[in-house]
């Protein structure tokens, strides 16, 4: 055989080994694939995209142990959601909790971590300097506030309450306190259309069937009902 025919054998049958190597490397790869996109939907709410609360919790202390005091807690909860659901179905209840997802992220930012943890409240956790929190929640409250377009063209007035806590107010970066504090808070403010700010007061607040009772007395942004 001449060196020439050799060489080209040789050629040829590394060429095989590399091709069939590369078939178990591929599959692999696909699966890997397919196994990013089901544990990436295990973390996000199917509904609205938002990470669902487990998710959300380990995104949200690494924010708070990470930038401490520069941080907000914030809950959100759809006023009159279940009206919505009995006056025009479901799929308009769905499009409302999705716009209201929507508005949420866009208004967090990219960094922040966002929650669905119930079926109409959702939580965000975000770096926030104190100087500029009631511009901020002042717009958000605004962005909720917004009517939702649906399918077809029909639009729905929609309200929600807002309730907002940071580590330097209420004096603790645990995440549970924090939320706790700014569930209060929402409270206090519950259908008024404004943002309310948890004072101190608000982690001593007891809860009343499941929720905590607001208190009177805390600061307020936003525009009226």
Known sequence: ?????????????????LT??????TGWAVHAVALHKQLAATRKDPLTGLLRRDSYTACARRLLAR????????????DHFKAVNDTLGHPAGD???ATTAARLTAWAGP?????RIGGDEFAVVLTMPAGRLEQRLAQLVRMLHSPVVLEGGR????AA???????????SRDLTALQRAADA??????????AVVASPAHTTVPSTNGRRAGRPGTAVWGRAA
């Open 155 to 158: 639009a729905v007035d929609v």
């Open 67 to 78: 930038h401490g005091d520069d941080t907000a807690v914030v809950i959100v909860d759809q």
């Open 20 to 25: 069939t190597a590369a078939v178990p490397l």
């Open 185 to 194: 808070a929402l409270y206090d403010g519950k259908h008024s259309g404004r």
């Open 111 to 115: 960094r922040a971590s966002v929650g």
């Open 95 to 97: 499009a409302v909790l």
């Open 161 to 171: 309450s807002v309730g907002a806590a940071t580590p330097h107010t209420v004096g």
């Open 1 to 17: 055989m001449s060196s020439l025919l050799r060489v080209q054998g040789r050629i040829g049958q590394r060429t095989l080994l």
